[in-house]
């Protein structure tokens, strides 16, 4: 896995980030150095939608760069039959494809092209109980958020959910302060030097715009899903879980 060094030099910044082939060459590493807990999030992502996907139907993830929550959940969940990944960024498809071939899941998992801050007129969600949106809403543009949700929630069959994890903000500015200053120490943590955290939280400013928790319920809830609750937070970092007309079966 190659290390992610793309914003240590001041002298040759990428601009804006966006998801190209330096970024995609890095991904794995940056996805492991920068979210919290990134491992264990992902384990939850398989069980819940081993609890939630409807045989017959299908499992959708948004946004799915290397292909890693598509490959977790197949692996995990043999009976999952289809799945499939939508990315916008062709680094990141090229290798969510190698990385879905070394895993000998060709026959189970497909890959396709889709702008999600677009018409999504080529995003087919049709017949899907389980959708993963894993750090990625925070990248769609405020505007087209519920457009997005909306036509997941319409394309869902019922029983299934939605998943979301993202960055998020507070209702306190300070609380705010409180929380990116740990996960500055947590990144400081895992190597990154503070030229580096800098640098990139510049290039992030006007791509990646988080919301707060209850601007984020209320997305989900006025676009259909009956059931929100979080199931994952690490101060600014957090996972909901979305259902839609569903009486969950708590059995065992």
Not at 131 to 150: A, S
Not at 170 to 197: A, L, P, Q, V
Request: one cysteine or more; proline letters at 2%.
């Amino acid at each position: 896995m190659s290390r992610d060094k793309i914003f240590d030099n001041a002298t040759d910044l990428p601009g804006d980030f966006e998801f190209n082939e330096e970024v995609a060459a890095v991904f794995g590493d940056m996805l492991n150095r920068s979210v919290p807990f990134y491992a264990e999030q992902q384990n939850m992502i398989k069980d819940i939608a081993k609890r939630f996907w409807i045989p017959g139907t299908r499992v959708a993830d948004l946004g799915s760069s290397l292909g890693t929550t598509l490959i977790n959940i197949a692996r995990q969940n043999p009976s999952i039959d289809q799945l499939i990944g939508f990315d916008n960024s062709n680094a990141m498809l090229d290798r969510a494809r190698d990385n879905i071939t070394k895993a000998e899941l060709n026959q189970r998992v497909t890959l396709a092209n889709a702008d999600l801050n677009g018409e999504l007129d080529t995003l087919d969600l049709h017949n899907t109980s389980l959708v993963t949106l894993c750090w990625t809403l925070q990248f769609i543009r405020p505007l087209r958020r519920d457009h997005l949700i909306k036509k997941i929630y319409d394309n869902m069959v019922d029983g299934g959910a939605l998943i979301v994890t993202d960055k998020v903000l507070t209702n306190d500015s300070n609380m705010n302060r409180f929380f990116i200053d740990f996960y500055y120490d947590y990144k400081r943590k895992n190597g990154y030097s503070e030229e580096e955290i800098i640098n990139k939280r510049e290039a992030l400013e006007n791509v990646l715009i988080p919301y707060r928790f209850d601007e984020n319920f209320e997305l989900f809830r006025r676009n259909g899903f009956e059931i929100v609750e979080t199931f994952f937070q690490w101060y600014n970092f957090a996972g909901f879980l979305c259902v839609k007309n569903s009486k969950l079966d708590t059995a065992t």
